[in-house]
């Protein structure tokens, strides 16, 4: 059996970012997303150490035990980037396999695209690959939803999404990951969570008073507590970042990601979904990818809604890379 996990502290550009770490071999480091944490990796640390990889969950900065920087420019794609680079040589190695959820399937898709001597392949779980490109990522956003606003809009006024938010932020939490998930999401003709009513919130539209199966009274209470301490100003800070990502990535317009690849997602996550166009166009934007992975019934949470599948699609894609991109 592998040792248990272990937390440090280690520097970066941030100041600081908390890693768990379990096991031993070849570094992966695995990257969360909105709302989360490392502890969205709790099932994934003990199966990959198992099969001979030291696994390693971070806390993204502006996240739980991690530094959380007050000005929202600090929170570029380009300073997430760096930070993971960071963290793999502070735990001592040449270069990792990085897998990421969520906005962490985004870090680690630019992390691999911009470091690749570092990032030698990587794995994106829930959010497709969608090459630097199109407008301005604000002007999109404030042209969906007609009479209503979209979330990402909704996110980007500081303090406003803080001002529904933190009052009660488990009870938030909870409607949150229960609106994503397929056992609890609302059905197809009830009001989108993903959209605003003028003048309204978010929370809404969450389902009340339930619990998507993969998430106990005590995984909830872990990362409220979490949120407790750090606010969510740090985390919501990537939604207003976006148009500073579209300008400092204009060098790697439209670039492919050259490295093996892999992709998994729910068919019933709206990320899969809406960016449906993106997935076929994974000839060209992935081209080292080695699997594409639509799990049925499930959301968006799939690391933690369907652990064992996700853990043995990793292990078996970590198996397959070539030498050429085993971490050193």
């Known amino acids: 059996m592998p040792a248990e996990i272990q937390h440090r502290s280690v520097p970066t550009p941030a100041g600081h970012i908390h890693v768990a770490e379990q096991g031993a071999g070849p570094l992966v480091l695995l990257v969360h997303g909105f709302p989360e944490s490392w502890y969205s990796w709790r099932r994934q640390l003990p199966a990959l150490a198992a099969a001979g990889y030291r696994a390693a969950a971070v806390d993204v900065r502006g996240y739980g035990h991690s530094s959380v920087p007050t000005a929202p420019e600090a929170y570029r794609m380009v300073e997430l980037v760096e930070d993971n680079v ?6 001592g190695a040449e270069s990792a396999v990085v897998v990421g959820h969520d906005w962490g399937a985004g870090i680690a898709a630019n992390s691999a695209l911009l470091r690749p001597e570092v990032f030698r392949a990587v ?5 497709p690959y969608t090459p630097r490109g199109g407008p301005r990522p604000s002007d999109v956003f404030a042209g969906m939803g007609g009479d209503e606003e979209f979330y990402v809009s909704y996110f980007q006024e500081p303090g406003r999404a803080e001002a529904e938010i933190e009052p009660d932020i488990r009870g938030w939490l909870a409607g949150f990951y229960a609106a994503l998930s397929a056992d609890t999401m609302p059905g197809p003709d009830a009001p989108d969570p993903h959209f605003v009513t003028r003048g309204g919130t978010l929370r809404e539209r ?18 409220a507590a979490e949120f407790a301490r750090t606010g969510v100003t740090g985390a919501l800070n990537r939604y207003r970042s976006m148009d500073r990502d579209w300008a400092d990535l204009a060098v790697v317009d439209g ?4 490295q093996p690849s892999l992709f998994a997602g729910g068919r019933l996550d709206a990320s899969t979904m809406w960016l449906a166009d993106a997935i076929d166009a994974y000839p060209k934007t992935l081209p080292g ?9 499930c959301g968006h949470w799939i690391q933690q809604e369907r652990p064992d599948e996700v853990n043995r699609l990793l292990i078996d894609w970590l198996g397959n890379l070539p030498e050429s991109a085993l971490p050193a």
């Open 255 to 258: 670039a492919p990601i050259t």
């Open 289 to 297: 990818l080695m699997g594409c992975h639509l799990l049925d019934g």
């Open 123 to 127: 794995g994106m779980l829930s959010v």
């Open 86 to 91: 960071a963290v793999v040589r502070a735990l």
């Open 206 to 223: 969450f389902p009340a008073d339930v619990l998507p199966g993969w998430l106990s009274e005590a995984d909830l209470d872990f990362y």
